[in-house]
Structure formats: structure tokens, C-alpha cells
T-cell receptor, first 112, second 112 residues
Framework: DTGVSQDPRHKITKRGQNVTFRCDPISEHNRLYWYRQTLGQGPEFLTYFQNEAQLEKSRLLSDRFSAERPKGSFSTLEIQRTEQGDSAMYLC??????????FGQGTRLTVV | GENVEQHPSTLSVQEGDSAVIKCTYSDSASNYFPWYKQELGKRPQLIIDIRSNVGEKKDQRIAVTLNKTAKHFSLHITETQPEDSAVYFCAPITSGTYKYIFGTGTRLKVLA
């Protein structure tokens, strides 16, 4: 499969625990995006990278959220001290320049 | 980009009729205008896009029209079929930021 892949597909965690998600973009794509989507809403922008540089992080994102793309390939999104409000689908997407963004299947996080 | 609104939020049409969804954006520097389709439980996928130097683009039953002066673009689906039922998102992007800001979404139901 040469598309965007995300791991894990599902994660259930207890409130207060830390979680980390991984995204592997399409190999030649230099841009990588993280979005969060809750039921009935559109994808909400979290952050994006061009190669290894994190170019923007949403002002809505608390300090508990951090993302990295150390070698300009895969990326990780970490949420520390999870809260019930963090429960959502976390979507990763990649693109080349100003073109189509290809989405992964997402990681569904449930905080109990 | 930035403030992005879609109308209507829900739309029901009879099979074979046409559907039109409008996307209004606030950033006059936006220059790439995609439409994404998201079926229930699946990832968003691009269905059509247009760039700012073009006023209209058509791909079989789907078309997109752009009015840069008024800062809106619209998705047109003709001869609708039940498989067109999904949520549709616009996600205009601004050159230089490369950040896709998704609209509020339109749930289309095609009644057989």
C-alpha cells in the first residue's frame, strides 16, 4: 500500500495517560498535516510540517499536544495527560506543494 | 482559508436531481480550492479541485465554479446517485501557508 498509513487504528486509554500516534506519509510528499475530527464536524487543523520543519501549530492546541517529524519522513503526535475531550479521530494527511492532500485512515482515540 | 463556511449544512435530493453546495471563504489570498467527499467511517477523499486562474472545471457529473471576487466556490453534482450520499467539505488553501482549512461540511442525502 503506497498511501498514507496511520498506527494504531484504534486506541483506548485512561484519562491522564500519554498516547503517541504515528503517521507514514506517501514517500515523496514533503508536506504532512495532522487534523482532529469529532462526530459531525469537519477536520480541525492541528499542525503541519514541510519536510522536518513544523511550520504552524493551531492556537487551539494545548501544550499537552506535540508533534515531530524528525527526518522529514514519518511523524508522531503525542498527547500528554489525556482528557476525555481529547476523544476524537486523529487524521494525518500528506501532499506535494499546493495539491491534493491524501488522508490516512485515522487513529480513533477514546479516553475513558 | 481561515474562516470557511458551507451552505447548506444538509441537503436532500431525489435521485437524478442536481445538488449544489456553496463554500464561502475569507482569505482573499486563497488560490487553491478543493472539494473532499467523506463517506461514513472513511477518510476524506478529493473529488475535484480548481485553481485561482480558472473559473470552472468539470469532471463527468461533478463541476466546481469559482468566484474570486465574491470569495466563494461551489460544487455541482448532476444526475445524483445514491452513492453520492456523503459529507462534502471544501478546504481552500492559501499560497505561502499551505494550510487546508476545512469548511463546516454539507451532508448530502440522495433519495432513491
Amino acid at each position: 500500500d503506497t498511501g498514507v498509513s496511520q498506527d494504531p487504528r484504534h486506541k483506548i486509554t485512561k484519562r491522564g495517560q500519554n498516547v503517541t500516534f504515528r503517521c507514514d506519509p506517501i514517500s515523496e510528499h514533503n508536506r504532512l498535516y495532522w487534523y482532529r475530527q469529532t462526530l459531525g464536524q469537519g477536520p480541525e487543523f492541528l499542525t503541519y510540517f514541510q519536510n522536518e520543519a513544523q511550520l504552524e501549530k493551531s492556537r487551539l492546541l494545548s501544550d499537552r499536544f506535540s508533534a515531530e517529524r524528525p527526518k522529514g519522513s514519518f511523524s508522531t503526535l503525542e498527547i500528554q495527560r489525556t482528557e476525555q475531550g481529547d476523544s476524537a479521530m486523529y487524521l494525518c494527511a500528506s501532499s506535494l506543494a499546493e495539491g491534493e492532500a491524501f488522508f490516512g485512515q485515522g487513529t480513533r482515540l477514546t479516553v475513558v | 482559508g481561515e474562516n470557511v463556511e458551507q451552505h447548506p449544512s444538509t441537503l436532500s435530493v431525489q435521485e437524478g436531481d442536481s445538488a449544489v453546495i456553496k463554500c464561502t471563504y475569507s482569505d482573499s489570498a486563497s488560490n487553491y480550492f478543493p472539494w473532499y467527499k467523506q463517506e461514513l467511517g472513511k477518510r476524506p477523499q478529493l473529488i475535484i479541485d480548481i485553481r485561482s486562474n480558472v473559473g470552472e472545471k468539470k469532471d463527468q457529473r461533478i463541476a466546481v465554479t469559482l468566484n474570486k471576487t465574491a470569495k466563494h466556490f461551489s460544487l455541482h453534482i448532476t444526475e445524483t446517485q445514491p452513492e453520492d450520499s456523503a459529507v462534502y467539505f471544501c478546504a481552500p488553501i492559501t499560497s505561502g501557508t499551505y494550510k487546508y482549512i476545512f469548511g463546516t461540511g454539507t451532508r448530502l442525502k440522495v433519495l432513491a
